[in-house]
């Protein structure tokens, strides 16, 4: 079977001579890419998206590796062993990542349809040197033996690079465990492969269930969005998938009000609602993308909160080893007293509400 999408994964744009077709390299890509052992690459139509002539076009920085990749000052060491808590003492299949009682992350394959040169799993996807089985029916017997989990995030990779017989098989086994209420998948593929969304993976997907499927992409610039994403992100809705966003905040790509706010609007106009805006992760080699920690509740304060929809609006998390923190602005009470809070908005206006005793 050969659909339009394995045809974007059989012309992946990850040669020079590929590269050259869409860009004009300069003379550093060049250099590097010629040196690098790393993964890297995309799709032909992720790629059509670059610009041609500016070497820090987002969607470019975001495919095309860097010399910063090996400056490495703040990375963590085996970032994602501590990460995902594998060094702990439950017994899990490697497929397996938990940080919390009721959901799981569940890692079902390494492979991707754009190697991002942000990916906090760069370790494991990008420059695989942390091996690791990822058995989907070892894991699915894990599942099985683990009743507490009620929500099982599909991770990898990109889990919607697997066939619709095998998505079909994962869906079909997590349904049949009785404490699993909500199936979720973690995919790039309605931005960097929307071809990926067509009639075959809408009759796995689709359709009323009890056990509701949601998804989560990842776009970070709102030059990623184009009528094909909406196509796609509508299809997934029309049969009965919700379609969130996470977002990083990467420097220079997306760290701006204007940029910030484009993203999140421009996200609701094609039906994606922002969930998450992750910091940049610790992992090691990708400093150069890290903002201050403090950047994304400041872009929320300057970019979102009250200077448009509260629909547009992600919440801003670490992603650490004890779960996802929230870093969100806290300059709405101003003042406190036994009778009133003072309330401050967007513009610094302030007001009052009685302060209610217990
Ligand atoms: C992100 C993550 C989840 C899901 O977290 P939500 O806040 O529910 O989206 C679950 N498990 C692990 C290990 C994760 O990293
Ligand atoms: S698609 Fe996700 S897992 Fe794959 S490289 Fe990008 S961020 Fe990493």
């Avoid at 009759?203 to 992409?217: F, R």
């Avoid at 610039?221 to 009965?240: D, I, N, Q, R």
């Avoid at 998390?317 to 967007?346: E, F, R, S, W």
Wanted: proline residues 6%.
């Amino acid at each position: 079977m050969s659909g339009e999408w394995q045809g974007q994964l059989k012309g992946f744009v990850n040669s020079i001579e590929r590269l050259k077709q869409h860009i004009n390299l300069t003379a550093e890509e060049e250099k590097i890419l010629t040196e690098t052992k790393t993964t890297w690459g995309t799709t032909p139509y992720f790629a059509s998206l670059m610009d041609p002539d500016d070497p820090s076009c987002p969607i470019r920085r975001q495919v095309i590796p860097s010399a910063l990749e090996q400056q490495n000052q703040f990375g963590m060491e085996d970032y994602l062993v501590w990460k995902e808590n594998r060094a702990t003492e439950e017994v899990r299949p490697d497929s397996i990542a938990r940080q919390y009682k009721d959901r799981v992350a569940f890692t079902v394959t390494q492979v991707c349809g754009i190697y991002c040169r942000h990916c906090f799993r760069k370790e494991l996807v990008v420059d695989g040197d942390l091996e690791l089985d990822f058995n989907v029916d070892e894991g699915l017997l894990w599942l099985a033996e683990h009743s507490e989990v009620r929500d099982v995030l599909i991770t990898g990779g990109d889990p919607f690079l697997l066939s619709d017989e095998k998505l079909e098989y994962l869906i079909r086994k997590l349904r049949e465990l009785p404490h699993v209420e909500m199936i979720r998948f973690g995919t790039r593929t309605p931005i960097v492969l929307p071809q990926r969304i067509d009639a075959g993976l809408k009759k796995v997907l689709g359709g009323y269930h009890k056990v509701p499927i949601w998804i989560n992409t990842q776009c970070n610039h709102p030059k990623e969005l184009t009528e094909e994403t909406a196509k796609a992100v509508f299809e997934l809705l029309s049969c009965g998938v919700n379609v969130g966003n996470q977002a990083v905040l990467l420097k220079g790509i997306n760290d701006d009000v204007e940029t910030f706010r484009a993203l999140h609007q421009k996200l609701l106009q094609v039906r994606i609602k922002p969930y998450y805006v992750f910091y940049c992760e610790a992992a090691p080699g990708i400093d150069h993308f890290r903002t201050p920690v403090e950047k994304g509740a400041e872009l929320i304060r300057d970019a979102l909160r009250g200077h448009t929809t509260g629909l547009a609006q992600p919440m801003h998390v670490v992603a650490t080893n004890i779960g996802k923190i929230p870093l969100m602005p806290d300059y709405y009470i101003k003042d406190k007293d036994a009778q009133h809070y003072t309330l401050c908005n967007h513009k610094g206006e302030q007001t009052r509400i009685p302060n209610i005793p217990e």
